[in-house]
C-alpha cells in the first residue's frame, strides 16, 4: 500500500460568509476594530508568510474552505486502475479568546461527503506546529481529535476539500490563524 500527503498553505483559507449586506459591512462576521489593518484585511484576513489570521465578532461561526491537491484517481503506471482513497485530513492552526473549530466537512468534489471517523475533542488552542505548540511534544504535532481527523475510508473520485466550521465564541475579538492544511492518501 502506497501512502501519500498533499497540503496546502494556510494562506489559501477562504471564509465561506464574508459580509452580512457586502463586502466589508458591519454586519458581517468579522470584528473590524482599530487595528491598522489595510482595507477589506477584516474581510479577507490578514495574510502573512506563515498564514491567514481572522477575528471575529462574538456570536459568529464561519466556514472556512481549503482546497487540497488532490492525488491521481489511478496509480500512475499500475494499470489496475485502483482508485487512491482518503485517510485523513488536518489543518495547523491557533485560536485566541473563546474561537474554536466545532464541525470538520471534508468533501470529493460535489459527489459525496466523508464519513469522519475521529470526533473533535480539543478544537481550540495551539495546534500550529510552532515552538508554542506543546501538545503533542513531538513532529509533527498532529493530535488526533485537534487538528487530525480521520476519516471512514473512500476511493477519491474527483478532488478534496477540507471545510473547517469556526465558532469565534463570546470574546470579541477572538481569533484563529491558519499556517497549513492537507491531507493523507492510500492508494491500496
Same mark, same amino acid.
Given at each position: 500500500?502506497?501512502?501519500?500527503?498533499?497540503?496546502?498553505?494556510?494562506?489559501?483559507?477562504?471564509?465561506?460568509?464574508?459580509?452580512?449586506?457586502?463586502?466589508?459591512?458591519?454586519?458581517?462576521?468579522?470584528?473590524? %476594530?482599530?487595528?491598522? @489593518?489595510?482595507?477589506?484585511?477584516?474581510? &479577507? %484576513?490578514?495574510?502573512?508568510?506563515?498564514?491567514?489570521?481572522?477575528?471575529?465578532?462574538?456570536? $459568529?461561526?464561519?466556514?472556512?474552505?481549503?482546497? &487540497?491537491?488532490?492525488?491521481? @484517481?489511478? #496509480?500512475?503506471? *499500475?494499470?489496475?486502475? *485502483?482508485? *487512491?482513497?482518503?485517510?485523513?485530513?488536518?489543518?495547523?492552526?491557533?485560536?485566541?479568546?473563546?474561537?474554536?473549530?466545532?464541525?470538520?466537512?471534508? @468533501?470529493?468534489?460535489?459527489?459525496?461527503?466523508?464519513?469522519?471517523?475521529?470526533?473533535?475533542?480539543?478544537? #481550540?488552542?495551539?495546534?500550529?506546529?510552532? +515552538?508554542?505548540? *506543546?501538545?503533542?511534544?513531538?513532529?509533527?504535532?498532529?493530535?488526533?481529535?485537534? +487538528?487530525? @481527523?480521520?476519516? #471512514?475510508?473512500?476511493?477519491?473520485?474527483?478532488?478534496?476539500?477540507?471545510?473547517?466550521? &469556526?465558532?469565534?465564541? $463570546?470574546?470579541?475579538?477572538?481569533?484563529?490563524?491558519?499556517?497549513?492544511?492537507?491531507?493523507?492518501?492510500?492508494?491500496?
Amino acid at each position: 500500500m502506497a501512502r501519500t500527503s498533499s497540503t496546502i498553505h494556510g494562506y489559501t483559507a477562504v471564509p465561506q460568509n464574508v459580509g452580512g449586506g457586502g463586502l466589508g459591512s458591519a454586519e458581517g462576521p468579522f470584528h473590524v %476594530g482599530s487595528e491598522a @489593518w489595510n482595507d477589506y484585511q477584516d474581510v &479577507v %484576513g490578514y495574510r502573512e508568510g506563515f498564514g491567514v489570521r481572522f477575528i471575529g465578532k462574538a456570536g $459568529s461561526k464561519v466556514f472556512f474552505h481549503f482546497a &487540497v491537491p488532490t492525488q491521481p @484517481w489511478y #496509480q500512475p503506471g *499500475t494499470g489496475s486502475g *485502483t482508485r *487512491t482513497q482518503l485517510d485523513q485530513v488536518f489543518a495547523m492552526y491557533r485560536t485566541t479568546g473563546t474561537t474554536r473549530i466545532t464541525a470538520v466537512h471534508v @468533501w470529493d468534489g460535489a459527489r459525496a461527503e466523508f464519513k469522519l471517523i475521529s470526533s473533535i475533542t480539543q478544537g #481550540q488552542g495551539v495546534f500550529d506546529g510552532s +515552538n508554542d505548540q *506543546t501538545q503533542p511534544a513531538n513532529h509533527p504535532k498532529l493530535l488526533e481529535g485537534a +487538528n487530525l @481527523w480521520r476519516v #471512514q475510508r473512500e476511493d477519491i473520485h474527483y478532488a478534496v476539500s477540507i471545510s473547517l466550521l &469556526v465558532d469565534f465564541g $463570546s470574546q470579541d475579538a477572538s481569533q484563529i490563524r491558519f499556517s497549513m492544511a492537507g491531507a493523507d492518501f492510500v492508494t491500496p
